[in-house]
T-cell receptor
């Protein structure tokens, strides 16, 4: 079974600085999707960025980018020019493309990011 | 489009009571799912459905029932609530099971069982 591990329960960053959130996963599959979700205090789950495992190029969405290391099974999220609105819980998630479990998201336990003004 | 809607937003139950958490989507999505979120545990899959009439269990299905009679609705039933079911529940939907379709989440239901 696949697992997702976020080893940093909490992180802190100064406004305008850069922060990297870590995520590792375990799978025997060669094709899959990886996601980062943001959950602000409103509880709403917001998709930040997605990566398809067959794509070697790292995904980027404005100030958010990932460092996808397939061999190392690592998928970190970099937030540049951090803003107060980035303060939230961040979840890394895995989705299989095979078999009965395809379509189901497997989440890490989350990293709580605080942004200091 | 209203997206994914969940009712109620908050609920308090006594141990042994039953209730149904409602979930609806108006995007004609085939795939729907229920997750629970507990502090320090992330989101865990309870049940999912790949279309009307088809449901299956996720990681933590015990104590919950689901059915999918229409494409739009995917209710989650607690037959006999227990304090261990105190959690925040999220419903989510996606156009299809496979592919890169984005998954849309509802706003969540905070359930407390006393």
């Amino acid at each position: 079974a696949q697992t997702v591990t976020q080893s940093q329960p909490e992180m802190s960053v100064q406004e305008a600085e850069t922060v990297t959130l870590s995520c590792t996963y375990d799978t025997s599959e060669s094709d899959y999707y990886l996601f980062w979700y943001k959950q602000p205090p409103s509880r709403q789950m917001i998709l930040v960025i997605r990566q398809e495992a067959y794509k070697q190029q790292n995904a980027t969405e404005n100030r958010f980018s990932v460092n996808f290391q397939k061999a190392a099974k690592s998928f970190s999220l970099k937030i540049s020019d951090s803003q107060l609105g980035d303060a939230a819980m961040y979840f890394c998630a895995y989705r299989s493309t095979y078999g009965g479990s395809q379509g189901n998201l497997i989440f890490g336990k989350g990293t709580k990011l605080s942004v200091k003004p | 489009n209203a997206g994914v809607t969940q009712t109620p937003k908050f609920q308090v139950l006594k141990t042994g009571q039953s209730m149904t958490l409602q979930c609806a989507q108006d995007m004609n999505h085939e795939y729907m799912s229920w997750y629970r979120q507990d502090p320090g545990m992330g989101l865990r899959l309870i049940h999912y459905s790949v279309g009307a009439g088809i449901t299956d269990q996720g990681e933590v299905p015990n104590g919950y029932n689901v059915s999918r009679s229409t494409t739009e609705d995917f209710p989650l039933r607690l037959l006999s609530a227990a304090p261990s079911q105190t959690s925040v529940y999220f419903c989510a939907s996606r156009l299809g099971r496979a592919g890169t379709y984005e998954q849309y989440f509802g706003p969540g239901t905070r359930l407390t069982v006393t």
